[in-house]
Each structure stands twice: as C-alpha cells, then as structure tokens.
C-alpha cells in the first residue's frame, strides 16, 4: 500500500498503470547542504490520475528501493507563488528561476532546490491529464468506502452491502446529552462549560 501523508516511503508504486494515466517527469534537483554548497539528486516526479490530489517524489532512482515522498499537488502550486505548506513538507519560491522544497521527518531536514521550468511543465501536464477542480471525478470512491469498512470489492455480490458493518452510519450512534441525576447538560458535573 503507498504511503498516504507527507512521510519518506521505501517502497515501490503498486501496480501498474497505463502510461496515459500518469504523468512522470525525472530532473536534477539540487540538495542545498549549506548556504555555499549544493549536491545534484536525480529526482523524479510522478503524478497519477488514480491518485488525483497526490504527487509522489522519489530520490536515489538508481537504489532498489528509492526512497518517495507523497504530498498534494496544490503544495507545488501554491509554493510557486508564496511560502506554502505546514509541516513535513514546506514550499516557497526563490529568485533566479529556482523553487524550494522543505522535506522533514524524524531523522532531519532535506532542503531541495528545484528547477522552476521543469516543474512547471510537468504541473502543466498533471492538469492536462486532471484538471484542477476535477480531481473527484477520478477517485475510485466504491473501492475507497470497500476498504473502509473492511472489505473488498469483490466480498458484496452488486447492489448488496458487505457482511458486518453498516455503510450508513456507525455501530452506536452518538446521541444527544441531555439533563440527568448526575447534573444538567453541559460540560463538566455541574454544567459549566
């Protein structure tokens, strides 16, 4: 299963797709190691229709297991126009054509430095293949809901609900406090808030 949030991820894309469902675009990108010095990082950026808010990242192509990171495509957006982004991964732009990205975790900080020109192409393409605004027109939400309650597609014959439990709402549904011998309604014993 890929990794959902904003954290690093060994492991590879599941499954494949056709290529006209993807966008992938692979560039150097520069990891800024101090205000004087900068390393080229192979990078590549890969975007995919079945995944239409995400944008999967990967470093260190050439390694068995590169290492992905998976953030929102809006993060690139609009750190190309402002700082951007709470968290692992931050963006903004820079002057001279370059764009940064702020990728953090529990073992450190990675500052990249990206070539605007590329990125933007790339962003171009994305929205070529989804355009903003349309990314809930391409998610699988029957196979979303499925896995949710813990259940495959395949387990429900069509039109029937899956064994256990219910789609429509939870198990115990939450009802309303009212006044009781323990004190009104509200929030602590005496009903203060």
């Not at 949710?148 to 609900?161: F, I, M, N, T, W």
């Amino acid at each position: 299963m890929a990794d959902t949030g904003n954290r690093p991820n060994s492991g590879a894309t599941s499954g494949q797709e056709p290529p006209a469902l993807r966008v992938t675009g692979e560039w150097q990108v520069r990891l800024v190691l101090s205000d004087e010095w900068s390393a080229p990082l192979p990078a590549r950026f890969t975007y995919r229709a079945a995944d239409p808010y995400a944008v999967r990242l990967d470093f260190y192509l050439t390694m068995a297991s590169p290492i992905s990171w998976i953030f929102a495509r809006e993060l690139l957006v609009a750190g190309g126009l402002r700082s951007s982004g709470l968290g692992d991964v931050r963006a903004w732009p820079g002057c001279d054509g370059r764009f940064y990205l702020c990728l953090s975790s529990g073992d450190g900080e990675a500052l990249l430095e990206v070539p605007t020109d590329p990125l933007s192409e790339w962003l171009e393409r994305t929205y070529r293949l989804v355009p903003p605004g349309k990314e809930y027109e391409h998610q699988a939400l029957d196979s979303l809901l499925w896995r949710l309650v813990d259940e495959s597609p395949d387990a429900a014959p069509e039109g029937q609900k899956p064994a256990g439990r219910s789609v429509e709402g939870p198990a115990d549904p939450v009802r309303p406090r009212t006044g009781s011998a323990d004190g009104p309604a509200g929030g602590g014993p005496d009903g203060s808030r």
